[in-house]
């Protein structure tokens, strides 16, 4: 689970690169409303993330 759990995390990120590098670094038209759809977007992949690898932490199973 763990193994699928970090590839998962490694794809997320990825993605995100891929669309920060299109929308911020590679394009010089001005700052719009696709990257701030995009930073809403990370922010709350990452907050879920966040929440899940807590509980996941959390979990009396892996502290056994």
Known sequence: MDFFFR???K???SIHQ???DKLLF???KEVGA???EL???VGKTYLLL???ISEKC???SLQD
Request: proline share 4%; aromatic share 12%.
């Open 39 to 41: 930073f809403e977007d």
């Open 7 to 9: 590839s998962y995390l």
């Open 11 to 13: 794809q997320v990120v």
């Open 58 to 60: 959390s979990s009396p």
């Open 34 to 36: 696709d990257l701030a």
């Open 18 to 20: 891929a669309m920060f």
């Open 50 to 52: 966040s929440e899940r």
């Open 26 to 28: 590679e394009e010089e």
